[in-house]
């Protein structure tokens, strides 16, 4: 469901009303990828990365309970015990506390940790060493320690799991300087990302989602090169369109601007879909990294398109959207011609029954009708009211 | 490279530190060994009265110059040093010694495990065992079956999709009815999520069982929480957490509150050989120690947590071992062995509540489950370690040897219990099944004690959203 709209709409211009009828024009690529041969998966994806790193790097090590011998809660360690023995694939007591907290240690003295946590929920008990210890340290000794801690695991709702595993920490982390902060969502994401926070200096907290690991994304062979990596701190443009492949292309969007990242992405890019056969073109933007967050491109995207809906699946106050549309509000404020639509989760914990937790997360329709309020294209929920 | 140059500048650091800390270090040997100023006249010989004076005077003297920051004495050494054999700490006397010997990390001897019936369900000679009455006895094999046969009708009902995820507590039968019968209904739970037989002892129905797995409007939970996460508040029995062990600082928490008034009852809290590595655990029983509440901490060592084995869990001989180090009373019982967990609980809650004192119960058992319907056990594990389990070990078949041979259960008892409760069971089962799911208001409710403005909008707003968009929205939520 919206978790809230809380913007009275202005009256019509009368400037805007033509926009959405701009037919969607064959775009010109601004960048040629190579083309995707091979399918992955997100967890392979993760897996290959993680491997690639340690081969590379002798001071990689993985950290976590059950990452060992089990190969980690969600396979995502696959293998790794077996090619780098017990020193470098740790399996750990249940205290995220000591193990996140040992993590830094072995940073602050050269190593390159890779902590899991099996899921972002039980970071909680670790959030100490997370913000107090591994975000601040560079900056406390006066840039003589620097904490190259990679935190990773699944992050967000998952299905069916109640309160207590469900719940986005994008914004939490997000708030915290020190810290960087990336969301993948398709393969190349994960790997291109797991590999740039591994080498990065600083401490990354890295949010899979749990309902991503088993699809598959095409990957070119260029993310398929084990020196791959990109860059921490911008996002990507993709925009939809049923007759080019729907998210290798970087194009022009027109008519209304889309953020969203980590599951929400494929959601964006679905209500695009729907959106461009009622002739609406939505520019969707993979923000890939939470902090920094890429304000450039989004103003870029917001000046050309003039409208925006920003989506997540965390609470909303405070949240992803908060940030962007204060971003938007002060950059690009005389762009706009509608309001902002921030679409998240409900402001409640996550409920269990299948049936309320399903109305407590976004859902493509809710994209479908923001964006078209937005474009005017619909009545409006408070005009209605 | 960035991790080498890292490596550098934290060995300088390391370094550096080590430096300081080498001389603070001989600053205090320094103070200790021979205090920097004159000692009252002795007037006894007894080396440890002297040292107790010494203690004084050095504290004292901490405090005189802390105060003033200056101690024009300070330069001149004691005429003559006392002999001291004994170190008077303020918690108590300290013996000294002039041999290096470190205290060994273990033993050989492990902490022996407190039983009272052998395999067979015969008594063990010479137990220290309490007498329990007939009646007491079959109900608690009634339930611990009761347990079984739930787990099992539960379980299979995950398999074939109709809840989304269940643990069984097979294995720990024993555990969870022989502790639940040793208390009062009044002493608080704070469980972790393997003793459901305790609620089960309290009185919770199958149906109420069963209407929580399968999140419906009758669920007292309302269908907030994954199956098996159940809580009672009318049997003082908290609601099951994911997050494992953070019950077992809530129940030093809630002790010190029965203890503020002054209740003839006491907490008991479960969790397993994973969750006594947390964080959580170490303080609540530090805190228990130091604030003399009636807690019973209760820890169910399984062997395994998930897919991790007790040893790379802790090196320690167990848990029970820490209870010690931390101060508090404690014991190992065969976690298998019912009449043992009885009588170890009624001992400890006696204790805890006369003595307000917390006391650590180790029991010592197996999970021969899987950890739960997410998980595969045999990938970790041999099957013939469970089928050991199972059979030799099982707990439910020793407490019903040791029933049959009193003569007060028979082979048409059981098969009579067993009927019944399979079709308890099926009939809680399909009835939970057919209950509708949770209103939508119960999406928005027990946010806050009272619902606050934005979220009646969101209610208001949801509400008319799926009026005017049905399509789009499932068919089972009851407006
Ligand atoms: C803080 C935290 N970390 C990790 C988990 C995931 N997890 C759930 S159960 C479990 C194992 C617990 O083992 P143990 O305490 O021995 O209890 P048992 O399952 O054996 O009864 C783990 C690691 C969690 N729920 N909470
Ligand atoms: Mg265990």
Same mark, same amino acid.
């Given at each position: 469901?919206?978790?809230?709209? =809380?913007?009275? /709409?202005?009256?019509?211009?009368?400037?805007?009303?033509?926009?959405?009828?701009?037919?969607?024009?064959?775009?010109?690529?601004?960048? &040629?990828?190579?083309?995707?041969?091979?399918?992955?998966?997100?967890?392979?994806?993760?897996?290959?990365? /993680?491997?690639?790193?340690?081969?590379?790097?002798?001071?990689?090590?993985?950290?976590?309970?059950?990452?060992?011998? !089990?190969?980690?809660?969600?396979?995502?360690?696959?293998?790794?015990?077996?090619?780098?023995?017990?020193?470098?694939?740790?399996?750990?007591?249940?205290?995220?506390?000591?193990?996140?907290?040992?993590?830094?240690?072995?940073?602050? &003295?050269?190593?390159?940790?890779?902590?899991?946590?099996?899921?972002?929920?039980?970071?909680?008990?670790?959030?100490?060493?997370?913000?107090?210890?591994?975000?601040?340290?560079?900056?406390?000794?006066?840039?003589?320690?620097?904490?190259?801690?990679?935190?990773?695991?699944?992050?967000?709702?998952?299905?069916?799991?109640?309160?207590? &595993?469900?719940?986005?920490?994008?914004?939490?982390?997000?708030?915290?300087? @020190?810290?960087?902060?990336?969301?993948? !969502?398709?393969?190349?994401?994960?790997?291109?990302?797991?590999?740039?926070?591994?080498?990065?200096?600083?401490?990354?907290?890295?949010?899979?989602?749990?309902? /991503?690991? @088993?699809?598959?994304?095409?990957?070119?062979?260029?993310?398929?090169?084990?020196?791959?990596?990109?860059?921490?701190?911008?996002?990507?443009?993709?925009?939809?369109?049923?007759?080019?492949?729907?998210?290798?292309?970087?194009?022009?969007?027109?008519?209304?601007?889309?953020?969203?990242?980590?599951?929400?992405?494929? !959601?964006?890019?679905?209500?695009?879909?729907?959106?461009?056969?009622?002739?609406?073109?939505?520019?969707?933007?993979?923000?890939?990294?939470?902090?920094?967050?890429?304000?450039?491109?989004?103003?870029?995207?917001?000046?050309?398109?003039?409208?925006?809906?920003?989506?997540?699946?965390?609470?909303?106050? &405070?949240?992803?959207?908060?940030?962007?549309?204060? =971003?938007?509000?002060?950059?690009?404020?005389?762009?706009?011609?509608?309001?902002?639509?921030?679409?998240?989760?409900?402001?409640?914990?996550?409920?269990?029954?299948?049936?309320?937790?399903?109305?407590?997360?976004?859902?493509?329709?809710?994209?479908?009708?923001?964006?078209?309020?937005?474009?005017?294209?619909?009545?409006?929920?408070?005009?209605?009211? | +490279?960035?991790?080498?140059?890292?490596?550098?500048?934290?060995?300088?650091?390391?370094?550096?530190?080590?430096?300081?800390?080498?001389?603070?270090?001989?600053?205090?040997?320094?103070?200790?060994?021979?205090?920097?100023?004159?000692?009252?006249?002795?007037?006894?010989?007894?080396?440890?009265?002297?040292?107790?004076?010494?203690?004084?005077?050095?504290?004292?003297?901490?405090?005189?110059?802390?105060?003033?920051?200056?101690?024009?004495?300070?330069?001149?050494?004691?005429?003559?040093?006392?002999?001291?054999?004994?170190?008077?700490?303020?918690?108590?006397?300290?013996?000294?010694?002039?041999?290096?010997?470190?205290?060994?990390?273990?033993?050989?001897?492990?902490?022996?495990?407190?039983?009272?019936?052998?395999?067979?369900?015969?008594?063990?000679?010479?137990?220290?065992?309490?007498?329990?009455?007939?009646?007491?006895?079959?109900?608690?094999?009634?339930?611990?079956?009761?347990?079984?046969?739930?787990?099992?009708?539960? #379980?299979?009902?995950?398999?074939?999709?109709?809840?989304?995820?269940?643990?069984?507590?097979?294995?720990?039968?024993?555990?969870?009815?022989?502790?639940?019968?040793?208390?009062?209904?009044?002493?608080?739970?704070?469980?972790?999520?393997?003793?459901?037989?305790?609620?089960?002892?309290?009185?919770?129905?199958?149906?109420?069982?069963?209407?929580?797995?399968?999140?419906?409007?009758?669920?007292?939970?309302?269908?907030?929480?994954?199956?098996?996460? #159940?809580?009672?508040?009318?049997?003082?029995?908290?609601?099951?957490?994911?997050?494992?062990?953070?019950?077992?600082?809530?129940?030093?928490?809630?002790?010190?509150?029965?203890?503020?008034?002054?209740?003839?009852?006491?907490?008991?809290?479960?969790?397993?050989?994973? *969750?006594?590595?947390?964080?959580?655990?170490?303080?609540?029983?530090?805190?228990?120690?130091?604030?003399?509440?009636?807690?019973?901490?209760?820890?169910?060592?399984? *062997?395994?947590?998930?897919?991790?084995?007790?040893?790379?869990?802790?090196?320690?001989?167990?848990?029970?071992?820490?209870?010690?180090? #931390?101060?508090?009373?404690?014991?190992?019982?065969?976690?298998?062995?019912?009449?043992?967990?009885?009588?170890?609980?009624?001992?400890?809650?006696?204790?805890?509540?006369?003595?307000?004192?917390?006391?650590?119960?180790?029991?010592?058992?197996?999970?021969?489950?899987?950890?739960?319907?997410?998980?595969?056990?045999?990938?970790?594990?041999?099957?013939?370690?469970?089928?050991?389990?199972?059979?030799?070990?099982?707990?439910?078949?020793?407490?019903?040897?040791?029933?049959?041979?009193?003569?007060?259960?028979?082979?048409?008892?059981?098969?009579?219990?067993?009927?019944?409760?399979?079709?308890?069971?099926?009939?809680?089962?399909?009835?939970?099944?057919?209950?509708?799911?949770?209103?939508?208001?119960? +999406?928005?409710?027990?946010?806050?004690?009272?619902?606050?403005?934005?979220?009646?909008?969101?209610?208001?707003?949801?509400?008319?959203?799926?009026?005017?968009?049905?399509?789009?929205?499932?068919?089972?939520?009851?407006?």
């Amino acid at each position: 469901m919206r978790g809230i709209i =809380s913007q009275k /709409l202005g009256g019509l211009s009368s400037q805007v009303v033509g926009n959405y009828m701009l037919r969607l024009r064959p775009a010109a690529s601004a960048r &040629h990828y190579s083309s995707a041969t091979k399918e992955m998966t997100v967890r392979d994806a993760l897996n290959s990365a /993680l491997d690639e790193e340690m081969a590379a790097d002798p001071n990689v090590f993985v950290m976590g309970e059950e990452v060992g011998e !089990y190969q980690g809660a969600y396979k995502i360690t696959k293998g790794l015990l077996d090619k780098y023995g017990p020193e470098r694939v740790v399996d750990t007591p249940i205290t995220e506390a000591g193990f996140a907290g040992i993590g830094v240690g072995s940073a602050y &003295h050269g190593l390159r940790p890779v902590i899991e946590f099996m899921t972002f929920n039980f970071s909680m008990q670790a959030i100490d060493h997370i913000i107090n210890s591994a975000a601040k340290s560079n900056y406390m000794s006066a840039g003589q320690i620097n904490v190259p801690i990679v935190f990773r695991g699944p992050n967000g709702p998952a299905a069916g799991v109640g309160a207590q &595993h469900s719940q986005c920490y994008g914004a939490w982390y997000g708030s915290v300087p @020190g810290l960087k902060v990336l969301v993948p !969502y398709s393969s190349e994401d994960a790997r291109g990302l797991l590999k740039a926070a591994i080498r990065d200096p600083d401490p990354v907290v890295f949010l899979e989602n749990e309902l /991503l690991y @088993g699809e598959s994304f095409p990957v070119s062979a260029e993310a398929l090169d084990s020196s791959f990596c990109l860059p921490i701190g911008k996002a990507k443009f993709s925009q939809c369109s049923s007759s080019v492949d729907r998210s290798q292309i970087e194009r022009e969007g027109k008519d209304i601007t889309i953020t969203a990242f980590s599951k929400m992405v494929g !959601y964006a890019l679905k209500a695009a879909e729907i959106l461009e056969k009622e002739g609406i073109n939505a520019e969707v933007i993979n923000l890939r990294s939470i902090r920094p967050l890429d304000r450039a491109t989004i103003n870029a995207s917001v000046r050309k398109t003039n409208r925006l809906v920003t989506v997540e699946e965390g609470f909303p106050q &405070h949240g992803v959207g908060a940030e962007i549309c204060a =971003s938007v509000v002060e950059d690009s404020f005389g762009y706009l011609d509608a309001p902002v639509e921030r679409i998240a989760g409900a402001d409640v914990p996550t409920p269990y029954a299948a049936n309320l937790e399903r109305m407590a997360f976004p859902q493509i329709e809710d994209i479908v009708r923001a964006a078209k309020r937005a474009c005017y294209r619909s009545v409006p929920m408070a005009a209605t009211a | +490279m960035a991790s080498s140059s890292c490596l550098t500048k934290s060995k300088t650091s390391i370094i550096h530190h080590l430096k300081s800390i080498k001389l603070n270090s001989h600053n205090l040997l320094h103070t200790i060994s021979s205090p920097p100023f004159p000692l009252p006249k002795q007037t006894t010989t007894s080396p440890i009265d002297s040292a107790i004076v010494c203690f004084q005077s050095l504290y004292f003297r901490r405090q005189l110059h802390s105060a003033t920051s200056v101690n024009n004495e300070v330069h001149q050494l004691p005429a003559e040093a006392p002999l001291q054999q004994v170190l008077n700490y303020p918690v108590g006397k300290v013996k000294f010694t002039p041999k290096l010997a470190f205290t060994a990390g273990s033993t050989e001897e492990r902490v022996p495990c407190y039983r009272v019936l052998n395999e067979n369900g015969q008594p063990i000679t010479d137990s220290d065992s309490l007498e329990i009455s007939k009646e007491l006895a079959v109900k608690m094999y009634t339930d611990m079956v009761t347990l079984e046969v739930m787990d099992t009708i539960f #379980y299979e009902a995950q398999r074939q999709g109709r809840i989304s995820f269940y643990a069984t507590t097979t294995g720990e039968e024993a555990i969870n009815i022989a502790s639940a019968a040793a208390l009062n209904n009044q002493d608080f739970v704070f469980p972790q999520y393997r003793e459901p037989g305790v609620l089960l002892w309290r009185g919770f129905t199958l149906q109420e069982f069963a209407h929580q797995c399968f999140g419906n409007k009758y669920d007292n939970g309302k269908g907030r929480q994954m199956p098996i996460h #159940y809580g009672s508040r009318k049997h003082n029995y908290f609601t099951v957490a994911s997050t494992v062990a953070t019950q077992i600082p809530h129940a030093v928490g809630a002790a010190y509150s029965l203890k503020m008034e002054k209740q003839d009852s006491c907490v008991i809290t479960y969790f397993g050989d994973g *969750g006594s590595s947390t964080a959580d655990f170490h303080a609540a029983i530090n805190f228990a120690a130091v604030l003399e509440v009636p807690v019973i901490f209760f820890c169910r060592n399984n *062997g395994w947590a998930i897919s991790t084995p007790t040893n790379e869990q802790f090196r320690s001989d167990g848990v029970v071992v820490r209870g010690k180090a #931390y101060g508090v009373p404690s014991i190992r019982v065969d976690g298998n062995d019912a009449l043992a967990i009885y009588t170890a609980v009624s001992g400890a809650r006696k204790m805890a509540i006369e003595e307000q004192t917390p006391v650590l119960i180790e029991a010592l058992t197996y999970r021969t489950g899987h950890h739960s319907t997410s998980d595969d056990s045999t990938k970790y594990r041999s099957i013939d370690e469970i089928e050991q389990w199972r059979g030799d070990q099982n707990p439910v078949k020793r407490f019903r040897k040791w029933i049959e041979s009193k003569g007060w259960w028979s082979h048409e008892a059981e098969s009579e219990h067993h009927i019944n409760i399979r079709k308890q069971l099926s009939q809680a089962i399909q009835a939970a099944e057919r209950v509708e799911k949770p209103r939508i208001a119960d +999406m928005f409710n027990d946010v806050y004690d009272v619902l606050p403005k934005n979220l009646m909008e969101q209610e208001a707003f949801i509400r008319k959203t799926i009026k005017k968009h049905t399509q789009d929205y499932p068919s089972d939520v009851p407006l």
